[in-house]
């Protein structure tokens, strides 16, 4: 069975989407999974991603890593403040908070601290992903945050191999 065509035929906007959308989107989770292993030991969440980035023998610096928070701080964060609705759909909740939005702020401007939020906010996309809110609206309008995504988790995961 063809997945493309299925998914064309029966998702919700799939047919709508550009080919550089569903390659994105279709990547996302296997890159996902490859930074998952590699980093979390199978356990992606605050205290691990937070343990895995501070564990690294030298600090975790990349273009990708300044474009992709450029466009989420952007995306999600301007003049100081949250941007609606997009800020909410992240669905930061109070242990994401005190690594996301300092640095969203400024306030923490380092490396780690820097990677820590990227891979934090990835992670909640992943959660609205695979959770199903993504496909509540076709995927529309995700390729900047699956490109981004992707670039930083193709970056990142070397890190840890």
Known sequence: MNVGLWLSNNAIGWSNLTRAEKIAIR???????LFEHSATAKDANVGSIVAAVNGLASNPE???FTE????YQDRYYQGGHETQPYFNSL??????LPYVKPVFDGQVV?????LIALLL???????????GEKADYGFA???????H??????AAIPFWL
């Open 27 to 33: 990547d996302f989770p296997v890159l996902w999974a």
């Open 62 to 64: 990349a273009v990708t």
């Open 68 to 71: 992709a928070l450029s466009y």
């Open 91 to 96: 669905r930061l909740g109070a242990a994401w």
């Open 110 to 114: 380092d490396a780690r601290g820097s």
């Open 121 to 131: 906010i990835i992670h909640r996309l992943r959660n609205n992903y695979l959770h």
């Open 141 to 147: 309008g995700q390729l900047d945050n699956f490109r």
């Open 149 to 154: 995504a992707n670039r930083c988790l193709m």
